[in-house]
């Protein structure tokens, strides 16, 4: 038995589709019938919950016995060979397997990638499909594998036709607030919402973590004057940035090629891609990193930022925050 999706803010027919087909393998399973999952291609804007809503998924189905795999952005032939041992089990002989429940998500879709055309088919088909490429064999059953695509573009045509596509919208103004309340665990004051409001974008979560920071655990409500301390802590210009995000950015500086997302989360000391990819959506909302083939880079901004940090550490030792 798959949870439906519950207590999520907005994004209601977004919610309601993917709670359609959690239903229909709920009643497929009941009645002991096979269920074909339809995959899926989330579209929108970036920062509107896309990876987001695709982990929530993963994880009631990995209450129910799946897997979550997350397939970064162009990958190689070497993630295809590993991701086939993790979805399935397949005899070298006779190239016959069986799978692995799996929840597979495929983030930045238009990517090109080796297993591009691969995947066309494994979106187009009800029969479970065997390729083999590279001595790599992949196996996929649409009955035990769900696919999962995120993308802010508009896939290839032959993609499309084969993906049930939804789109995620604005969030409202009254949405954005509620999203506010929820991750900063906290109540916050009409006035203290809109003093963050004009100075900062998604920033909930940083607001979260800065609290902790400056020993703000006490309060039940954040005040004007609350907030107002928050945002004095909260970085250079401020721009809500701490210091695993300065790792994150420190490394995509030192390097001269896009830095995978796996390789910012080692860098962070993050436990989640789930984190690192929060994080790097707030660095992309303050227009300091930008997405580009095989990973993100640093923005000129970003390079500004981080040439004028070091220039005020190289002036003045920093002073702990109290």
Do not use: C
Request: a positive charge; proline letters at 6%.
């Amino acid at each position: 038995m798959i949870k439906p999706l519950r207590g999520i803010i907005g994004q209601k027919e977004v919610v309601h589709s993917l709670n359609k087909v959690i239903a229909a393998k709920n009643r497929a399973d009941k009645k002991k019938k096979k269920f074909i999952f339809p995959p899926v291609k989330l579209g929108g804007l970036t920062g509107l919950g896309k990876s987001y809503l695709a982990e929530t998924v993963a994880e009631r189905l990995v209450e129910a016995g799946f897997q979550f795999i997350t397939v970064p952005a162009k990958p190689g032939w070497n993630f295809y060979r590993d991701l086939a041992q993790k979805i399935s089990s397949i005899d070298e002989d006779s190239g016959s397997g069986y799978a692995i429940p799996s929840v597979i998500f495929v983030d930045e879709a238009h990517e090109k990638n080796p297993i591009k055309e691969q995947i066309k088919l494994i979106t187009g088909t009800e029969k479970p499909r065997l390729w083999e490429r590279n001595g790599t064999k992949l196996f996929s059953d649409l009955s035990q594998h769900w696919w999962i695509f995120a993308s802010d573009r508009e896939l290839d045509p032959a993609q499309n036709r084969r993906l049930m596509e939804i789109i995620l919208s604005p969030y409202e103004p009254k949405e954005k607030k509620e999203l506010l309340k929820a991750m900063s665990d906290k109540k916050i004051a009409v006035d203290a919402l809109e003093y963050f409001e004009k100075r900062m974008k998604p920033m909930a979560g940083h607001v979260q973590q800065v609290a902790r920071e400056i020993n703000l655990e006490e309060p039940d409500i954040i005040t004007l004057a609350v907030a107002k301390s928050i945002i004095k802590h909260m970085g250079l210009f401020p721009q809500g940035l701490i210091k695993k995000d300065l790792e994150a950015m420190v490394r995509m500086a030192e390097s001269d090629r896009p830095v995978p997302v796996e390789v910012l989360k080692a860098t962070a000391g993050d436990v989640k891609v789930k984190a690192t990819r929060a994080r790097i959506g707030w660095l992309m909302a303050l227009n300091l990193t930008e997405p580009k083939r095989g990973g993100y880079t640093l923005t000129t901004q970003g390079k500004n930022y981080l040439r004028k940090l070091q220039e005020l550490q190289t002036r003045k030792p920093a002073r702990a925050i109290k």
